[in-house]
């Protein structure tokens, strides 16, 4: 193998495929990734490189143009080849080398690398048939609203997910940790105009794809691999990815967005202002102490703290309709909803204070919030 690829599009490509390698494989040579230089002269394109990662649990691919002076295939430590293509000095990057090992290059520095036995990797999962096709700028977004009301704790992998539910030609993502919920629809294109499906994908591994894939059309595929395990894959701009599904039954969680029945106070706020607003009273707040709102007279009161320590206090102007209403949040899952929102007014819609409220964004005062979406948080117990 012999080529020569930019140095920018090399670090960001194997940069992506690194991040998906295990930081401590089960199987030392899952932490290699392999690379492929492709010849393409003869059909008049230019040569590129190919680098893949697989852990059985999900895949990355990308292909990146570059000047093929040899054909060559090589497995080689991930993400060692990250770390070097991204302190390389110059504009371009050399590969080079044979069974044994490969010589990385730029300018005058040089950077050897034993290679992994190919013949032990291995092959990567066939992506399944496409199921449809979505806007990755939009799925992108969609992702990031909901991903920050996924679980962490990967004793519970149901709550680490992220569920798609197709309905047509709506695909809806859903995320929950039991204490907040996040939900997205938008419009997609599927191959099938009465298709119906639910996959829950880990959240992490999405939020990756999604914004890898946001600069044009996305193809979602979903299938299964020849085990029988759930499997789904992605392909846009030029990187194709996998991941099985997680394997549970997702709560079911809608029941807890108030209708419209329900509301009695609904809530309009300047986003930008109640998010300094939490900060700065939170300072004085315990890590599972709430932050008491008062919502009366045109004014949201934040309070936080104890008489014994600290407390802290702070109101911003809000726009209320309906009856006052008084409720504890977490702090950090409130600035969590307010950031998912992307627009500069926030709107709340109370039922009651011991029930979860719906936190959604609007663009102007008046608005009616989209059904779209929703931020659900669960409100905390307050002090007597």
Not at 242 to 260: H, N, Q, W
Request: proline fraction near 7%; include cysteine.
């Amino acid at each position: 193998m012999k080529v020569r690829v930019a140095r920018e599009v090399l670090a960001e490509a194997v940069g992506w495929v690194a991040r998906g390698l295990p930081s401590r494989p089960s199987v030392p040579i899952l932490a290699g990734m392999v690379v492929e230089a492709a010849d393409n002269q003869k059909m008049n394109d230019a040569g590129q490189v190919t680098l893949s990662g697989f852990d059985y649990e999900s895949s990355a691919q990308v292909s990146v143009p570059a000047e093929v002076a040899d054909e060559g295939r090589a497995l080689v430590s991930g993400r060692l080849l990250s770390d070097i293509c991204r302190s390389m000095p110059r504009d371009s990057v050399d590969l080079s080398g044979e069974a044994a090992r490969v010589q990385v290059s730029s300018g005058s520095a040089r950077f050897m690398l034993h290679t992994l036995p190919l013949d032990e990797y291995p092959p990567l999962p066939e992506v399944p048939a496409a199921t449809g096709v979505v806007d990755g700028e939009a799925f992108a977004r969609a992702v990031m609203q909901v991903v920050s009301a996924a679980g962490r704790d990967d004793t519970l992998p149901v709550f680490t997910g992220i569920r798609l539910e197709i309905r047509g030609s709506t695909i809806a993502l859903l995320a929950t940790d039991r204490y907040r919920l996040g939900v997205r629809t938008l419009p997609w294109q599927p191959v099938d105009a009465a298709a119906e499906a639910n996959a829950l994908v880990p959240a992490k591994l999405l939020a990756e794809v999604a914004k890898a894939m946001s600069g044009g059309e996305l193809t979602l595929a979903l299938g299964s691999t020849r085990t029988g395990d759930g499997l789904i894959g992605f392909e846009g701009g030029g990187r194709h990815a996998t991941s099985r599904l997680i394997d549970g039954e997702f709560p079911k969680v809608r029941s807890l967005i108030p209708t419209e029945s329900t509301i009695t106070t609904t809530v309009a706020v300047d986003t930008a202002a109640l998010v300094e607003a939490v900060k700065r009273v939170a300072l004085v707040a315990e890590r599972s102490a709430p932050v008491r709102i008062t919502f009366a007279d045109g004014v949201a009161t934040l309070d936080a703290g104890n008489g014994e320590e600290a407390q802290a206090s702070e109101a911003v102007e809000v726009t209320i309709t309906g009856e006052p209403m008084v409720a504890g949040f977490n702090a950090g899952y409130l600035l969590d909803g307010l950031a998912s929102l992307g627009t500069p007014i926030a709107h709340f819609a109370f039922t009651q204070p011991t029930r979860p409220a719906n936190l959604t964004g609007i663009s102007e005062p008046g608005e009616t919030p989209s059904p779209d979406s929703a931020y659900i948080l669960m409100p905390m117990r307050l002090p007597t």
